[in-house]
């Protein structure tokens, strides 16, 4: 297949992060052989984003172990921030006064950090964590710190909060939910988690609202919506990500909470454009529900390779993009993998590896998800060989045929039922 002459010789793509590389590959793969051009916002090559909470933050890591490989012939072009588009005549403007014409475009701009307005992040000891950048000043700054504050618990929050206890410091986690990574892993689970980060000695100020941050004498004051207040040296803001698509002005396309997509995301309102990871807003025909975003690791890469199909196939119908959302995180002695799609209203079937342990968690858990009886995603802590087999049946079970998972007989010799109401 060549996808040169014709209409389709020169494709931009705005991002080099997951899925900006992914879609290199695939077009690559795909025999496409006119010019990529890859526009990145940072000055590094593209790289492991995960690690930045992980490796790259204890210093396990060095730069070079996180970058992401590609074997595609790509023009990258590190420093270039779109900041317009011409969608008529077709031209992506960057801050450097540059202009890169495109016969098909791919945006992957993935999320930036959001902070509560007021808060000044970036001053000496309040840290975000999203970039190479953010991993090598936060890593700094804990060398000298003895108590840090993490506001935000989510899988970020958590993760840092991990590093920040592993360097011995003095560790508190503030968060309004009444449990860590709520959204991650669910309330449940999230509440055993909770408990195994007490027991390492994590303090937790949860169900809490930080009110105002301020500079105190020796560093920074959290006053907290209860009255009470949190001293630290350094404080990370770990309160989620949202795409930054400024640049790709409303009169384009709806820009609400990321581009709004069709089920094989195609930016709606704009000809030859397409977008994926974290910036797309889709359909997700897997569940067949209102569209939705997906800032996972995994969902990018394979929205990445999606987008490129799409794009490749121009005017002609492109097979839908559906995806089963995965996700995992290694935290504390806990290695937690999830699988599916998680929701308050669900309710959630713990089955406990090691009945009796006061530390639910570390002893291995597996929590399953179900809505009318029907499973619709698993988190497990400690049990991956019962993930992998309870993974594999909802793969296998597709988007089309919703999914039954069962607990196989062996593992289920304890069970607590627990139903999440709103
Ligand atoms: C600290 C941290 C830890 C994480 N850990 C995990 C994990 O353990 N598991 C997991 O599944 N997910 C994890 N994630 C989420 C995961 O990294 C993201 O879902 C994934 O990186 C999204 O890929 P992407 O390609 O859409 O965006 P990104 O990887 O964010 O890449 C987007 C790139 O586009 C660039 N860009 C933005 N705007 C412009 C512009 N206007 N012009 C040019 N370039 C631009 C950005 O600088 C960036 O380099 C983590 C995220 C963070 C921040």
């Known amino acids: 297949m060549r996808h040169r002459a014709g209409d389709l010789d020169r494709i931009v793509i705005v991002g080099a992060g997951r899925a900006a590389v992914a879609a290199a590959e695939e077009l690559h793969r795909l025999g496409f052989t006119g010019a990529i051009t890859m526009l990145g916002g940072e000055a590094h090559p593209p790289y492991h984003r995960p690690a930045c909470s992980k490796g790259l933050l204890t210093g396990r890591q060095r730069p070079a172990d996180a970058h992401l490989s590609f074997s595609a012939p790509v023009r990258w072009l ?62 700094g700054a804990l060398r000298e710190a003895r108590r840090v504050a993490v506001v935000g618990a989510g899988f970020t929050g958590c993760e840092a909060a991990y590093v920040v206890s592993s360097l011995a410091r003095e560790c508190v986690i503030v968060d309004s939910n009444p449990q860590v990574m ?88 704009v000809n030859r454009v397409v977008a994926a990871g974290a910036v797309a807003r889709w359909p997700n025909p897997w569940y067949g529900d209102a569209p939705g975003r997906c800032d996972q690791w995994i969902a990018a890469l394979e929205q990445g390779q999606a987008a490129a199909r799409t794009l490749l196939a121009g005017q002609r119908p492109a097979p839908a993009a559906p995806l089963q959302p995965r996700y995992w995180s290694d935290l504390f002695g806990l290695r937690i993998q999830v699988c599916g799609r998680l929701d308050g209203a669900d309710d959630v079937e713990v089955t406990e590896l090691r009945p009796g342990r006061r530390d639910i968690a570390r002893g291995g858990m597996v929590a399953v998800h179900l809505r009318d009886g029907v499973a619709r995603g698993v988190v497990a802590v400690n049990a991956p060989r019962q993930f992998t087999t309870l993974a594999r049946e909802m793969r296998a079970a597709g988007p089309v045929a919703r999914p039954r998972v069962s607990l196989p007989a062996a593992q289920t010799s304890h069970q607590r039922r627990l139903s999440l109401v709103g």
């Open 78 to 139: 590190p420093g270039r921030t779109a900041e317009d588009l011409d969608v008529t005549r077709q031209i992506v403007y960057t801050q450097t006064g540059e202009e890169f014409e495109y016969d098909g475009l791919i945006v992957a701009t993935g999320a930036k950090p959001v902070s509560p307005p007021g808060w000044p992040v970036g001053e000496p000891g309040l840290h975000v964590l999203h970039d190479i950048e953010d991993a090598f000043a936060l890593a």
């Open 182 to 269: 709520t959204r991650a892993v669910g309330a449940v689970t999230g509440g055993l988690v909770a408990d195994s980060m007490r027991h390492e000695g994590v303090r937790m100020r949860l169900g809490r609202r930080v009110r105002t941050v301020s500079r105190s004498r020796r560093g920074w004051r959290l006053d907290l919506d209860d009255g009470s207040h949190v001293d630290a040296d350094v404080v990370i803001s770990a309160l989620g990500e949202r795409p930054d698509t400024s640049w790709f002005t409303a009169r384009h396309a709806d820009t609400g909470d990321g581009l709004l997509c069709d089920e094989s995301l195609r930016v709606l309102g």
